[in-house]
């Protein structure tokens, strides 16, 4: 990698130049709380103040940005909305941090072949709506969709609760227009449902991270959207028995549509974030969200009985059926808001694992004893179903020391339990800067060298987005 070089005010009025002086922003030209915000997103407590913030609108626009980058040797950084959790979009090395906002139009539904064509600027929930009002779906559905971008979930290949019965974000592209770190724009499939033809870029690019490209435009593949569905609140007095049923509920031949598992801790501080009163019993440790969906409501009140029936040799409490839409969105809404809720009350790490959904239990086990060894407390939750659990490790009594420095070891210890379990160190998070230092857990020499190489041939200078993943 080159060592890379400071923006000049020459490159600044080539910037200017390219996308107007109003898209320029610099901190002595923009007011300080908002140019901060494009040096930090949401992991943990970082900020790294980038050189210059670029706003192009289209794909010609950050073509002859990279390009200026690419000859001065620019450091530069994609950006969507900055709610990652694994600092993808901090600008460590300074430079250009350049934003997707202003791309972020719905070019095309497709409604003849189930297909839609955006830009990477696109709020994921605001796609949802527009797909929804023409009978169809986009699944893919991250905690933070009412804000994140399309862009960014691509980067990250995010998944969300319905992953479970639905797959994640990469299950859902078929063509994508990329800028290389070198300028040149491509199109890395084919907009069809099958293409065996040459590698497949499309899916490399999907969970890059931004170190191979910018993303400019997306096609991607929709589905009808089921017309019914029922959700259940199953509330569990062990929480390694929650994460037991799990399994079993998929063994009984019921494949939810979303399934969430919350530990105590978890949805008493979500609910309290957000106002509303569970009335949660004392005995209660962990829940389970179970979202079951389709066209036959009858079909969905016997899956829903086929549920009740694997759960009776469970010690649970009494299960709430939510059959209203108001009761639904609330608990939802009580599920999403449990990372804004921890972040509310404590300062924290979030881990992002993922096992076989079969070794969950132990995986949270794990967890809780690595915890006591070490005098940490952790709230876990998530995607129960796939077996993706989030944990936040709560900052609490520790000291400086501990926080900044001795975590690691039981960070290194839950990643290691993980991959022992047949899993890996995260399942929609990304590794970005935070989980760095640990992808030698999850991946070997040689499969690091191959992916170093690949890196090379598209950034042969290193500078998109430098200092990520390895």
Not at 244 to 255: L, M
Request: aromatic share 8%; charged share 25%; with cysteine.
């Amino acid at each position: 990698m080159s060592e890379f070089s400071s923006i000049t005010p020459t490159l600044l009025v080539a910037f200017e130049q390219v996308v107007g002086e109003a898209h320029v922003l610099t901190a002595l030209r923009t007011e300080a709380s908002a140019y901060a915000d494009y040096g930090r997103d949401h992991t943990e407590d970082f900020h790294f103040e980038p050189a210059v913030v670029l706003r192009p609108e289209n794909a010609e626009q950050i073509s002859e940005i990279v390009r200026l980058c690419h000859e001065h040797r620019i450091p530069v950084t994609p950006r969507g909305a900055g709610t990652g959790l694994s600092g993808g979009a901090l600008p460590i090395h300074n430079g250009v941090v350049l934003s997707t906002e202003r791309l972020n139009r719905i070019i095309e539904i497709d409604e003849r072949n189930l297909q839609a064509t955006v830009e990477p600027g696109v709020i994921t929930q605001v796609f949802q709506d527009a797909v929804r009002e023409r009978g169809l779906m986009y699944p893919p559905d991250p905690a933070s969709k009412g804000s994140c971008f399309l862009g960014g979930n691509l980067s990250e290949s995010s998944g969300g609760p319905k992953a479970v019965k639905y797959g994640v974000t990469k299950d859902y592209v078929l063509n994508m227009q990329v800028v290389l770190p070198t300028g040149d724009i491509i199109w890395t499939g084919a907009n069809t449902l099958k293409n065996a033809t040459g590698y497949n870029l499309t899916q490399l690019m999907i969970g890059s991270e931004g170190t191979l490209g910018i993303i400019t435009r997306i096609v991607f593949r929709l589905i009808p959207h089921p017309q019914q569905d029922i959700t259940l609140l199953v509330p569990f007095r062990q929480e390694a028995q929650a994460a037991e049923a799990v399994s079993e509920i998929f063994r009984a031949g019921i494949v939810p549509s979303g399934m969430e598992f919350m530990e105590r801790e978890a949805i008493v501080w979500s609910a309290g974030y957000l106002n509303i009163d569970l009335n949660l019993p004392e005995d209660i440790r962990a829940h389970l969200l179970i979202e079951l969906d389709g066209n036959d409501l009858d079909r969905l009140y016997q899956e829903a009985e086929h549920v009740y029936g694997v759960l009776e040799k469970y010690d649970i409490g009494e299960i709430l059926l939510a059959d209203t839409a108001g009761q639904k969105e609330e608990l939802w809404k009580i599920r999403r808001n449990i990372g804004n809720a921890v972040r509310y009350n404590s300062v924290y790490k979030e881990e992002d694992t993922v096992v076989p959904r079969a070794e969950l239990p132990t995986l949270l086990a794990g967890v809780k004893e690595i915890g006591r060894r070490y005098g940490f407390n952790s709230v876990c939750y998530g995607h129960a179903g796939d077996g993706n659990l989030h944990i936040n490790i709560i900052r609490g009594e520790l000291d400086d020391d501990m926080w900044n420095h001795g975590l690691r070891e039981p960070i290194r210890e839950i990643f290691r339990l993980c991959v022992k379990l047949g899993g890996t160190i995260s399942g929609e998070h990304g590794i970005g800067l935070v989980q760095r230092p640990y992808i030698g857990i999850a991946i070997g020499d040689v499969q690091l060298d191959l992916m170093r190489g690949i890196k090379r041939v598209f950034d042969p200078h290193g500078i998109m987005n430098p200092g990520k993943i390895f």
